[in-house]
C-alpha cells in the first residue's frame, strides 16, 4: 500500500512538467489527484438487519477526463481510485442472533467443530473494506464562462474488494458487553460492487491549463453488498424454541445493497 501511495505522489509531482502551453479549454486530455469523502446507506433486503446510521467512504487516487473527438463538450471521465469504507448494522431485535468465535479474530462457521469458541450474542457489527474502483462516466460540460466551466456526469462506479475485516459489539455468556476488533470473516463480502451515478460540479481554471474542480454525487448500487453464503458457511444464528439440547441453529447471511453520497474534490492538469 506504501508502494501505491508513493507512486500516486510520484505522478502528481510529474504531472504539472506535462502540461505543455495549451488552456484548460484547449486540452483533450486532463489528469490527476482526486479526494473523496462521503456516506454510505446500507439498503437492508430483508428483515434479518436493519442499518445503523450512516457509514463513511474516503478514497485517494487518480483522474482523467478525455475528450471526445466530435465536440470538448463531451468527455469520458474515468480514474483509478482506493477506497476506505466503513459500514455498521443491527441484527432484526425480534429474535436473538449469535455468533461463535475463536481467540477475537476469526468468526467461525462450524464451531461444533472446534475445540474451543467463545459465543455471543450480537447486537451490532461494524464492516471496514478497502477497494480498488475504476469510474467510467460520461461528462457533459459547458464552454468556459471566464474561468469555470459547468458540468454534469452520468455511469458506472466500479468497486473491487481488495481486503476486509469486522468489529462485533455484543453479550457473552456471562452477561458482560463485549466487543472485538478486527475480526476476519471470508467470504462475508461481494467481490464486486457496481453503482448507477449522477453527478454535478464546477470547474475553475485558477492558472495555465491547472483547474480545480469540486462535485457531488450519488450512486445507487445494481449490486449486492455483502455475498449470500452457502449453508455450511454461514455465521449467524438465531437459536429455535423448542425444548431440546443442544437447541437448533437457523443460520442467515446479512443481505443489503449500498448507496453512497460522495463529494470530489479533483485538481486536473
Known amino acids: 500500500m506504501k508502494n501505491i501511495f508513493k507512486s500516486i505522489f510520484c505522478l502528481f509531482i510529474a504531472l504539472p512538467f506535462y502540461s505543455s502551453a495549451q488552456t484548460a479549454a484547449d486540452k483533450k486530455v486532463q489528469a490527476g489527484l482526486t479526494f473523496n469523502a462521503g456516506a454510505n446507506f446500507l439498503s437492508p433486503s430483508s428483515n434479518k438487519i436493519e442499518a445503523n446510521g450512516g457509514g463513511s467512504i474516503l478514497s485517494i487516487g487518480l483522474t482523467v477526463h478525455s475528450a471526445l473527438k466530435s465536440s470538448q463538450n463531451l468527455a469520458i471521465a474515468t480514474g483509478l481510485e482506493f477506497d476506505f469504507g466503513r459500514n455498521v448494522y443491527n441484527p432484526n431485535t425480534a429474535a436473538y442472533t449469535f455468533i461463535d468465535y475463536l481467540q477475537d479474530d476469526v468468526v467461525l462457521t462450524n464451531a461444533n467443530n472446534e475445540a474451543s469458541y467463545e459465543t455471543m450474542r450480537l447486537l451490532s457489527r461494524g ?143
Not at 480498488?132 to 466551466?149: A, C, K, S, Y
Not at 466487543?179 to 460540479?201: C, K, Q, R, W
Open 127 to 269: 464492516v471496514s473494506t478497502k477497494k480498488l474502483t475504476i469510474p467510467l462516466m460520461l461528462l457533459f460540460r459547458t464552454n468556459f464562462i471566464g474561468d469555470f466551466r459547468y458540468f454534469g456526469k452520468f455511469g458506472l462506479r466500479n468497486s473491487f474488494l481488495l481486503t476486509h475485516s469486522i468489529a462485533d459489539n455484543g453479550i457473552d455468556a456471562a452477561g458482560e458487553e463485549i466487543s472485538t476488533t478486527l475480526m476476519s470473516s471470508p467470504g462475508e463480502m461481494f467481490l464486486y460492487n457496481g453503482s448507477i451515478g449522477l453527478t454535478a460540479g464546477a470547474e475553475w481554471n485558477f492558472v495555465g491549463s491547472t483547474c480545480l474542480v469540486l462535485e457531488a454525487g450519488y450512486y445507487y448500487g445494481v449490486t449486492p453488498y455483502f455475498l449470500d453464503r452457502k449453508d455450511e458457511n454461514k455465521t449467524m444464528y438465531n437459536i429455535g424454541t423448542e425444548l431440546i439440547f443442544p437447541p437448533s441453529r437457523s443460520y442467515y447471511s446479512a443481505s443489503a445493497g449500498q448507496n453512497q453520497l460522495i463529494f470530489k474534490l479533483s485538481i486536473l492538469f
